[in-house]
Structure formats: structure tokens, C-alpha cells
């Protein structure tokens, strides 16, 4: 059903139209799109399917025994379901076949619960929840964030 690949120089315009119709347009993955392409030791990876990239995420080790899960995204309008699991999945096999990892790691906001859902579903556990709040002094206006 679905395809994966590395992310490639070409796949660019496409992944940042996807990123534009996530979290109203300020997705951080345009900003390290170059950078996640040059990295050879962790992976970032587009999931395809009928000749069009419906999403994608990146594999980065931290060390070499600690590996962080990011940037998981599917393409809001493609419709599919499955995307999120079938890169969860590649990555999980991937890193099973390597003897030296002793973390897998990843982070998402507390209240996404299809993410939360499909983490814990693959194995994962919840090691710490928390809030972040922001205050500007100079304006007097606090936003809170989870």
C-alpha cells in the first residue's frame, strides 16, 4: 500500500506544501528540511502512496546507543489512515536489527492523542507529561501551552 524512501533534494516543494497545512502554516520542519536531508546516520524518510509523498518523519541518533523519533506528519489532505503507523513501524524494524540501541525516544503534545495513541499502541510509555507556559513582560499577556 504504502512506499518508503529517503527524502530527496526534489521532495521539497512537496514537503513544504504539506507543512503549510500543519499547525496553521509554523511547522519547524521548513527550516531543517537541508539539514535532515544531509543526515546519513539517521534517516529522514517520505511515505508515498499512488506516485504522491502523504508523509513523512525522521529517525536522528542522538548518540550512538540513543535514537529520537520526529517530524512524523501526514498529509491532512490525503485522507489516509495508516501513514503515521507504517513510518512507526518501518523505523521500530529498523532499529530492532541494531544491537547497540538502548533508548527510542520522541516527544508530542499532550493533548494529540492520535499520537499518543499510536506510540503507546507500538510499545512505547508515557515518562513525563508537562506544560509549557510563555509570559511577555512588556506586554502583560501570558499563553499557555498544553
Known sequence: MFELRRVRKEDKEKILEICSSIWEGDDYIPIIFDRWIKDRKGEFTAVWF???IVGMGKLTYLTDHDV??????ADPRAQLHGIGKTITSYYLKKLK??????????STYFANVQSRKLSENAGFRVIH?????HYNIWKRESVFFG
Open 50 to 52: 499512488e506516485g504522491k
Open 97 to 106: 536489527k541494531r544491537k547497540n540501541v538502548h533508548s527510542i525516544r520522541f
Open 68 to 73: 529520537w523519533l520526529e517530524g512524523l506528519r
Open 129 to 133: 507529561t508537562m506544560s509549557n507556559k
